[in-house]
Structures are given as C-alpha cells and as structure tokens.
Nanobody, 121 residues
C-alpha cells in the first residue's frame, strides 16, 4: 500500500507565500516523477509542476517564476514553494507520484488527498 500525505495549504493574502509538502510512504521499489496538480471549482485538474527522479522539472506557464518544485529522493518527499500568490491560484492542490511498486519499469499513479490553498484578502 502506498500513501501520499500532503501538508502546507491554507489561507494567504495576495502576494503571500506558501510551501506545500508531500511525503510518500509504504512498500515500493521506486518513484519516478512526482508532481503537484490543482483543481479549482468548475475547472479541470491541471499540472502545476513536476519533477523527475533525475531532477528534470516542468512548470505550468502561469506559475513560472513564482513557484519552485524540489524533492528529496531519499525521503520520498516533494515540496512546492509558491510565492507572489494570486487569487487565481486558489484551488485544491494534489500531489501525484508515479510509483514502481514491484518494479521500476512498471509504475502506477498515486494521489494525495488534496490540500486547500485559498488566496484572498
């Protein structure tokens, strides 16, 4: 069983900062890509940022320059630092990990439970 536990969401004023964290636990062989997605009310879930085991990073255009994703492979943890937050960043943020449960060649997607980020004055 693989679990992703997220933390760090909350209410912040426009221009503020938040740091989200996601830790994977359980029985598995490897984690390939780890990423953060978000879903606002009435909208589709979208990729915010993702990072591979080797450190290749991909960002949503609208968060480039404002967000930084990082991970610690030894701790199976990924972080998302978000700065200069805007009202349009308000959403539930989900962590996703591509996990090799019995083999690094075959991965399954696991999701966290989501953490609410609200940007409002």
């Amino acid at each position: 069983q693989v679990q992703l536990v997220e933390s760090g969401g909350g209410l912040v004023q426009p221009g503020g900062s938040l740091r989200l964290s996601c830790a994977a636990s359980g029985s598995f062989v490897s984690i390939n890509e780890m990423g953060w997605y978000r879903q606002a009310p009435g909208k589709q879930r979208e990729l915010v940022a993702a990072i591979t085991w080797g450190g290749v990073i991909n960002y949503l255009d609208s968060v480039k320059g404002r967000c930084a994703i990082s991970r610690d492979n030894a701790k199976n943890t990924v972080w998302l630092e978000m700065n200069n937050l805007k009202a349009e960043d308000t959403a539930v943020y989900y962590c996703k990990a591509e996990v090799g449960v019995t083999s690094a060649l075959y991965t399954w997607d696991y999701w966290g439970q989501g953490t609410q980020v609200t940007v409002s004055s």
